[in-house]
């Protein structure tokens, strides 16, 4: 092997798996317009037609949904926004340059739209310089559009993309043309991204910092998502290693086929409710195969990705129907949108501090219309029972109250139009804004059930941006804080007699496992491909033998020698039994 590894970067290893793969170079951040030339006019026109459809589709759901929060004047900005792209003189001069100069679309947009923005900012008007930044922002959307369609048709199956950073948008974009994985500067372990991208099970390497310097488009890499590692050009030792781990792998993917029928029971006999999030509504088949007892999480953001647009009541009664049918006679928890904070929408309103913004059931009673389709919409789907519905970023009684009436009114509506629903549907909160792990006992009383995300409860209650990878090395789920909340949540949930279950990043870590089952958590939802092993290490574990570490790591006072704690007790009692697992 070369010395000191000089060929390989280490980050973080967002999403588990290996790949071997040409690199996609993608440099996004250079807004850069080449001034070249197109072979073909008429593609170069349609793809100009499409950009322009998709720049007026993303305003337009911007545009709905500020109306409500930033009152009609303020919202007004995009509406006008939409009202240029409409403009027939400036669209018409846009495509007669395109047909006289067979230029790239993106250069005659920016040459064309710049000479207004030039304009108004010669001008002494405050108003008039404003509003150069409007029409600044719609050239940039336009250009970002026409990139990315040029970007997805020059991007092909067999490659690993590297870029700086990923939004989640992109991460479903790569699974639409099927890339072997993706390498990025910046990141962290639970950006939505990252989630989605173990959710898709392709490999991903985050927070590299070099990556997009050091990797060349055409490189020969490994990418290594168990280890968070990338191996650029890779010498004939390197690969014959490689080699021998993905033969591995694919033994254990024959061994993990085995844990289907089996249940997530500890060796003393108590019983786990192992269940798993669901992104993408395609993922339902994978989520029957993975041995799951239902779907503990169903991240309906994403539908904003899979229809480009609000879906209609009509459109997500299909999709929930669908889910709730598939996994019947198991259950499946349906979370109201959680948009905003790195989610998809809304980028376009520029928040200071999105992560403590306008995000998830703020967003959702904000926005009563939308609110109550969706709410409409699972109600229909829940008739054979086995809907539940969960709200996000819950942080006081008041929107709890002020939500169960809005399905109340729901179920008034249904009910005059004859439409079949389940009366008692359980409605459940997340537990991931530290007010509400406070006052648990008191949300106890409110809900059927609570479900513990981690990855917001520990950014909330350490102060630490969850994808920023500056900070990373401080996002700790084993900081005494996390810990002893954790267990306070278990414990209360357990006194009201109601479910606790962690649909956060770190019911899928085998280390943190042990710990949770020994608080007495009976429920865990993660992302399908980490089923076998959470099982693996529950079927590994005795409920009683646990007590002794839970005592210890409540009385620790860092995250230092708690996490090492852990991890002793992982590598001396666990590591063997699950040896080869995901341990490529
Ligand atoms: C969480 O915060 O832990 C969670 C499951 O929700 P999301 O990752 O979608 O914010
Ligand atoms: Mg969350």
Same mark, same amino acid.
């Given at each position: 092997m070369k010395t000191e590894n000089e060929n390989i970067l280490k980050g973080i290893g967002a999403a588990p798996g290996i790949a071997v793969a040409k690199a996609f170079l993608y440099? %996004?951040? %250079?807004e850069e317009i080449a001034d070249e030339l197109v072979s073909d006019v008429e593609e170069a026109l349609a793809n100009l037609d499409i950009a322009l459809e998709k720049s007026k589709k993303e305003l337009r759901k911007i545009f709905s949904l500020a109306v409500d929060k930033l009152g009609e004047k303020r919202a007004a900005i995009f509406e006008a926004q939409i009202m240029i792209l409409d403009d027939p003189i400036l669209v018409t001069a846009i495509k007669e340059r395109i047909n006289k100069e067979k230029r790239i679309p993106e250069f005659i947009v920016n040459d064309e739209i710049s000479k207004y923005t030039n304009l108004m900012n010669l001008s002494h008007e405050a108003f008039m310089k404003e509003r150069s930044h409007d029409i600044e922002d719609i050239k940039n959307r336009i250009i970002r559009n026409l990139k990315k369609k040029k970007w997805k048709s020059r991007i092909t199956s067999d490659v690993v993309v590297v870029t700086t950073t990923v939004s989640p948008s992109d991460t479903i974009l790569f699974s639409r043309v099927n890339v072997k994985g993706y390498v990025t500067d910046f990141g962290g372990l639970t950006s939505h991204a990252a989630i989605v991208a173990r959710s898709l099970n392709i490999p991903a390497v985050v927070g590299l910092h070099e990556a997009t310097n050091r990797i060349k488009d055409g490189d020969l890499i490994i990418i290594d998502g168990f280890r968070g590692e990338v191996i650029i050009n890779p010498d004939e030792e390197q690969h014959k290693i490689y080699d021998k781990k993905i033969e591995r792998l694919h033994k254990q993917d024959v061994e993990l086929d085995l844990m289907?029928?089996?249940?997530?029971?500890?060796?003393?006999g108590r019983e786990i409710q192992l269940l798993a999030n669901l992104?993408?509504?395609?993922e339902i088949e994978v989520i029957l195969q993975s041995?799951? %007892?239902?779907?503990?999480? =169903?991240?309906?953001?994403q539908l904003f990705e899979e229809?480009?647009?609000? !879906?209609d009541e009509e459109e997500q009664y299909n999709v929930y129907k669908i889910i709730a049918e598939r996994i019947y006679p198991e259950s499946v928890i349906i979370r109201s949108f959680d948009i905003g904070g790195d989610k998809v929408?809304? =980028?376009?309103? %520029?928040? !200071?501090n999105p992560f403590l913004g306008w995000r998830g059931i703020r967003l959702m009673l904000d926005n009563p219309k939308m609110l109550k389709t969706q709410i409409r919409a699972i109600l229909r789907a829940s008739s054979h029972k086995n809907v539940k519905f969960m709200l996000p970023m819950?942080?006081?009684i008041c929107e709890v109250r002020s939500t169960k009436e809005i399905i109340n009114e729901c179920k008034a509506e249904l009910k005059k139009e004859g439409k079949h629903f389940d009366n008692h549907m359980d409605v459940g909160i997340m537990i991931e804004v530290p007010s509400a792990a406070v006052l648990i006992k008191d949300f106890a009383e409110e809900v059927d059930f609570v479900s513990i995300g981690t990855n917001d409860l520990i950014q909330y209650l350490l102060a =630490?941006?969850?994808?920023? $990878?500056?900070v990373s090395s401080i996002y700790? $789920?084993?900081h005494p804080s996390v810990v002893r909340t954790l267990n306070n949540i278990i414990q209360e949930g357990k006194k009201a007699k109601i479910l606790v279950s962690m649909c956060g990043e770190m019911a899928a870590d085998p280390v943190a496992v042990p710990l949770l089952v020994g608080f007495g958590i009976k429920s865990l939802s993660v992302s399908s491909s980490a089923i076998p092993l959470i099982k693996k290490v529950i079927r590994s574990l005795s409920y009683k033998e646990l007590q002794p570490l839970v005592d210890e790591c409540l009385a620790l006072k860092t995250e230092k020698e708690i996490n090492e704690l852990l991890h002793k007790f992982y590598n001396s009692k666990l590591v063997n039994k699950i040896k080869n697992l995901y341990e490529a």
């Open positions: 440099k %996004k951040e %250079k289907h029928g089996l249940q997530a029971e500890t060796t003393d992104e993408l509504t395609d041995g799951a %007892k239902g779907i503990g999480l =169903v991240r309906t953001e229809y480009e647009a609000f !879906p929408l809304p =980028v376009d309103l %520029k928040e !200071p819950i942080a006081s =630490v941006d969850r994808g920023n $990878e500056i700790q $789920e084993f």
